[in-house]
C-alpha cells in the first residue's frame, strides 16, 4: 500500500529562519511526488512536480528536493505569509489518485 | 489563470438528504476527481473520472455516492443519503492528462447535521 509520512508535524519559525520539511514515501514505481500549500478552510494550491530523484525545483523561497525515498522542501528567509499547512502526495496504485501525506503546519512568526 | 471552481461553498443539511456538490473543472482537462478531508485529517481520494465513466474509486465511495458530467463543463458529486459521517470539506480536482498535475478547487464544506 502507499505510504506518504510528513515531518514534522509542526514547525514554529522565526521570520528569516531558514528550515526544511520532509516527505517520506513508499509506493511501487513513482510517477512523481507533488508539493502543496493549504491555507485554512481553503484547497491545496500546486507548488511543485518532481519526477526523478535527483531534481530540483525552486519557487520564490522554496526549493523542493526528490530522492529516491524522500522529498525536501527547504524554506529559505521565510516570511510570515509563508505560514500553512504544505502537503505532498503521489499517485499510486498503477493509478492517478492522489495518496496524501498528514502535511506540516508551518508558523512563521515576526 | 484558469482556475477550478466550487458551489456550494458551504452545504448544511439534514441527515438522511441528498446533497449534489457542483465543479467546473479547469476547461481543457480530461481527467476529475474528487477528494475529501474530514476536519484536522489528512486528504483522501474519493474517486476519478474520465470519458464520461469511472475509472478509480475507494472504499470510501460506496453507493451512495454518485458522480456525473451532466454538460461539457461541470462535474457534480451526489451523495444519495447523507450521515453525520460524510461532514468533511470536499475538494474537485482536474488534470490534463493521466499523471498530470492535479488542480483543486476552494472546497465545498458539508455540515450534515
Known amino acids: 500500500e502507499d505510504q506518504v509520512t510528513q515531518s514534522p508535524e509542526a514547525l514554529r519559525l522565526q521570520e528569516g529562519e531558514s528550515s526544511s520539511l520532509n516527505c517520506s514515501y513508499t509506493v511501487s514505481g513513482l510517477r512523481g511526488l507533488f508539493w502543496y500549500r493549504q491555507d485554512p478552510g481553503k484547497g491545496p494550491e500546486f507548488l511543485f512536480t518532481?519526477?526523478?530523484a535527483g531534481e530540483e525545483k525552486e519557487k520564490e523561497r522554496l526549493k523542493a528536493t526528490l530522492t529516491k525515498k524522500e522529498s525536501f522542501l527547504h524554506i529559505t528567509a521565510p516570511k510570515p505569509e509563508d505560514s500553512a499547512t504544505y502537503l505532498c502526495?503521489?499517485?499510486?496504485?498503477?493509478?492517478?489518485?492522489?495518496?496524501f501525506g498528514t502535511g506540516t503546519q508551518l508558523k512563521v512568526e515576526l | 489563470e484558469p482556475e477550478v471552481t466550487q458551489t456550494p461553498s458551504h452545504q448544511v443539511t439534514q441527515m438522511g438528504q441528498e446533497v449534489i456538490l457542483r465543479c467546473v473543472p479547469i476547461s481543457n482537462h480530461l481527467y476529475f476527481y474528487w477528494y475529501r478531508q474530514i476536519l484536522g485529517q489528512k486528504v483522501e481520494f474519493l474517486v476519478s473520472?474520465?470519458?464520461?465513466?469511472?475509472?478509480?474509486k475507494s472504499e470510501i465511495f460506496d453507493d451512495q455516492f454518485s458522480v456525473e458530467r451532466p454538460d461539457g463543463s461541470n462535474f457534480t458529486l451526489k451523495i444519495r443519503s447523507t450521515k453525520l459521517e460524510d461532514s468533511a470539506m470536499y475538494f474537485c480536482?482536474?488534470?490534463?492528462?493521466?499523471?498530470?498535475?492535479?488542480?483543486f478547487g476552494p472546497g465545498t464544506r458539508l455540515l450534515v447535521l
Open positions: 502526495a503521489v499517485p499510486g496504485g498503477g493509478g492517478n489518485k492522489l495518496t
Open positions: 480536482a482536474s488534470s490534463e492528462d493521466f499523471a498530470g498535475t492535479q488542480y
Open positions: 473520472f474520465y470519458n464520461n465513466e469511472i475509472s478509480e
Open positions: 518532481l519526477y526523478s
